[in-house]
């Protein structure tokens, strides 16, 4: 089992849609949760980061952590072509400093 | 506040040839990483500096392998006869340590080296 897993995606979603994504990590001890972005030969940008149990909302971004289940998701509210991405979930590992990475999940937002 | 830098940003180089590659992170963080990403996959971590101390090296790193973070500044990624499994976007981030004890990490553009 991998520590940190994501669909791959690509998960299409039409323009004006939430898209909704999901991330699930094998290490309850985990404190910290981060989303990035990452477009198509660029590097990730940190777009989330979440270190309690609830939703976190950002403009259009929400996040939602829940430790009991471990899994954490984003929601990406009034979707635009410009949202279309890989998006990465990144966890905590046993050292504060090592985050784990998921593979990510390709978001394809359709006009 | 430029961000994180990273030079160069591409690097092609012949396969046994070695590579230096140099990343400014944002001045007032104090944590660096070194990450190496292929296509599809997430990151893969290769190394940390707390300042100028390496204080965290991938058990997957190979010797060839060596970075080093002088005056905890700048660091450079150097790696020894290159090899065509060596192609891949070599990431930089770098993080502020926080008395909360939680680490976000902004990365730099990337330098994408290929081995031909």
């Known amino acids: 089992q991998k520590e940190v897993e994501q669909n791959s995606g690509p998960l299409s979603v039409p323009e004006g849609a939430i898209a909704s994504l999901n991330c699930t990590y094998s290490?309850?001890?985990?404190?910290?949760f981060f989303w990035y972005r990452q477009y198509s030969g660029k590097s990730p940008e940190l777009i989330m980061s979440?270190?309690s149990n609830g939703d976190k909302e950002d403009g259009r971004f929400t996040a939602q952590l829940n430790k009991a289940s471990q899994y954490v998701s984003l929601l990406i509210r009034d979707s635009q072509p410009s949202d279309s991405a890989t998006y990465l979930c990144?966890?905590?590992?046993?050292?504060?400093?090592?985050?784990?990475w998921g593979a990510g999940t390709k978001l394809i937002i359709k006009p | 506040d430029t961000g994180v830098s990273q030079n160069p940003r591409h690097k092609i180089t012949k396969r046994g040839q070695n590579v230096t590659f140099r990343c400014d992170p944002i001045?007032?963080?104090?944590?660096l990483y070194w990450y190496r990403q292929t296509l599809g996959q997430g990151p893969e971590f290769l190394t940390y500096?707390?300042?100028?101390?390496?204080?965290?090296k991938s058990r997957l790193l190979s010797d060839r392998f060596s970075a080093e973070r002088p005056k905890g500044s700048f660091s450079t990624l150097e790696i020894q006869r290159t090899e065509q499994g060596d192609s891949a976007m070599y990431l930089c981030?770098?993080?502020?340590?926080?008395?909360?004890?939680?680490?976000?990490?902004?990365f730099g553009p990337g330098t994408r080296l290929t081995v031909l």
């Open positions: 979440i270190y």
């Open positions: 500096f707390q300042n100028e101390a390496q204080l965290e």
């Open positions: 981030a770098s993080s502020l340590i926080r008395t909360s004890g939680y680490n976000e990490q902004f």
């Open positions: 990144a966890v905590n590992g046993k050292s504060n400093y090592q985050l784990i």
């Open positions: 001045s007032e963080h104090n944590r």
């Open positions: 290490d309850r001890g985990s404190q910290s």
